[in-house]
Structures are given as structure tokens and as C-alpha cells.
């Protein structure tokens, strides 16, 4: 049963264009969403992130955006540049039994092209 | 520098044996997690730990075991009940018990069963 799920494997982007990575949920009981980006043999580092009472937030190039009623989060990297390709996890948090416990999605493959 | 450390990078396993990955850190945080990552699969909870001496399980906890005998301190012990052991392990803390704490990860640790 995927909670968070990340429908798309992989994208490709120009650099200099728009990346837009989605991500849909399915747990009311979310409340805070998280982007981690994952270079290959390192663990994930934190990007952004956004409380449910929220519907957008904003750090340098990257904005994510969050659909309550829709369950759905997106994140946008603009512009795009070479050092984004990495693959992208969303991840949302709830509180288990007084304890946080973050879902992650499978991830999606970003590939900036020069 | 405040981080947390996994070692070893690369372990190779013999069918049937047990091995322990460790994970220190240093950042004062309560909260520490193991998670699994498979192609796929994005990122699984093995094991998380709120405080010493107590740790729950996670979604797949089946064929492992922690403790948490130090705040520091999470290893990871994989046992040969494990089935299908062979991936990359990720160990985590954070500050704890509210949602919207930035998880931190550690690099990794590539196991590999032979």
C-alpha cells in the first residue's frame, strides 16, 4: 500500500527550463511534506519542505506547491541547472503513536541536458 | 562538524551470517531510523528509536535488529532471517517527537550478500 506515491520514474529537462516533479498521497493524517534529492551511493539531503497549512513555499529556485483537497504536492526547480540531476524523493510526515514517522515516495530521476 | 556517520561503506556478507552496520551521531538529536533503499522501492522504515532504550518497529523490520544503548548510538544488525538482504541502508536522527523535523541522513552503507 504506497501512501506517497511518485508516478513518474524519471524525467529529462533542458537546462535552463522549468522541472516540475509530482507526487500524490493518499493519508489524511499527513501534515508535513518533505524533498530530499539523493545523488548515487549518498544518502538524501533535505531541499524543501511545507506545513499542510500552507499552500506554497518558496527557497531560491525551488517552490513547492501543496493540494490539500487534491492530495498532491509538486516541486519546481527553476531555472534548471546541471547540479540538479539526482534522483528526487517526496516524503510526508505524520505523527505515529506521539512519534513522527516520515513515508517516502519511490523517487523520481531528474536528468538536466545541457 | 555535526553530522552522523555510517560505516562501513561497502560490506559483503556470506550467506548465513549476521553483520552489524553502525551509525553514530553527533548532532544531540532523540530520534534515529534505519531505513532500506531498493530500486523502486524509494526509502522503507526498518527500525526507528525515540529515546535509549526503546526502539519500534518499522514497516519491515522482519530479519533485523537494533539497540540503543547510547543516545548516540543506532546499529543496525542484519540476520541471516533476512531473505532478501542485499541493498543500500540509510540510517537518520531527528530532533523528534513533533512532525516537520528535518530528517538528517547519514552517506550509506552498500551491503552485499555472496
Known amino acids: 500500500d504506497q ?5 513518474s520514474p524519471s524525467l529529462s529537462v533542458q537546462e535552463g527550463r522549468i522541472s516540475i516533479l509530482n507526487c500524490d498521497y493518499t493519508n489524511s493524517m499527513f501534515d508535513y511534506f518533505l524533498w530530499y534529492k539523493k545523488y548515487p ?4 539531503t533535505f531541499l524543501i519542505s ?3 497549512i500552507k499552500d506554497k513555499n518558496e527557497d531560491g529556485r525551488f ?3 501543496l493540494n490539500k483537497s487534491a492530495k498532491h504536492l509538486s516541486l519546481h526547480i527553476v531555472p534548471s541547472q546541471p547540479g540538479d540531476s539526482a534522483v528526487y524523493f517526496c516524503a510526508a510526515s505524520a505523527l505515529w503513536f506521539g512519534n513522527e514517522k516520515l513515508t517516502f515516495g519511490t523517487g523520481t530521476r531528474l536528468t538536466i541536458i545541457p | 562538524d555535526g553530522g552522523i556517520t555510517q560505516s562501513p561503506k561497502y560490506l559483503f556478507r556470506k550467506e548465513g551470517q549476521n553483520v552489524t552496520l553502525s551509525c553514530e551521531q553527533n548532532l544531540n538529536h532523540d530520534a534515529m531510523y534505519w531505513y532500506r533503499q531498493d530500486p523502486g522501492q524509494g526509502l522503507r522504515l526498518i527500525y526507528y528509536s525515540q529515546i535509549v ?3 519500534q518497529k518499522g514497516d519491515i523490520a522482519e530479519g533485523y535488529s537494533v539497540s540503543r544503548e547510547k543516545k548516540e548510538s543506532f546499529p543496525l544488525t542484519v540476520t541471516s532471517a533476512q531473505k532478501n538482504p542485499t541493498a543500500f541502508y540509510l540510517c537518520a536522527s531527528s530532533t523528534g517527537q513533533e512532525t516537520g523535523n528535518t530528517i538528517y541522513f547519514g552517506e550509506g552503507s552498500w551491503l552485499t550478500v555472496v
Open chain 1, 50 to 52: 511545507i506545513s499542510s
Open chain 1, 3 to 7: 501512501q506517497v506515491k511518485q508516478n
Open chain 1, 41 to 44: 551511493a549518498e544518502g538524501p
Open chain 2, 53 to 55: 532504550n526503546d526502539f
Open chain 1, 63 to 65: 517552490t513547492v506547491f
